[in-house]
């Protein structure tokens, strides 16, 4: 049974910073393409940065890049999402997801699509 189950949201002030984890269970392998995406109720899912387990790159959308950094343990089975400078624009429900087919790293604008996601962790920003 797969499951993702983030981790790590609440509330800071405009500045500050905050980091997610999203714990993955279930797989029968390591590598697939993971990712973020958050959503403001009312709003449209927004890809927020993608990974590939098995490799180092990492890709952002544009209002996050330099301020958002993505990581991984893979003995732990645990993504991350560390969140600096943080503005109340970046107040969403944030949500980890997986698709253990595809192989991108790339894929920042698949991501809100991925087969497997998380329940999410509420950020607010003020």
């Known amino acids: 049974h797969v499951q993702l189950v983030e981790s790590g949201g609440g509330s800071v002030q405009a500045g500050g910073s905050l980091r997610l984890s999203c714990e993955a269970s279930g797989y029968t392998h390591s590598s697939y393409s993971m990712g973020w995406f958050r959503q403001v109720p009312g709003k449209e899912r927004e890809g927020v940065g993608s990974i590939y387990t098995s490799g180092g790159n990492t890709y952002y959308t544009d209002s996050v890049q330099g301020r958002f950094i993505i990581s991984k343990d893979l003995t732990k089975k645990l993504l991350y999402l560390q969140m600096n400078s943080l503005t109340p624009a970046d107040t969403a429900m944030y949500y980890c997801?997986?698709?253990?087919?595809?192989?991108?790293?790339?894929?920042?604008?698949?991501?809100?699509?991925?087969?497997?996601r998380g329940r999410g962790t509420q950020v607010t920003v003020s």
């Open positions: 997801a997986a698709d253990p087919l595809c192989r991108l790293d790339n894929a920042v604008a698949l991501v809100t699509g991925y087969p497997h």
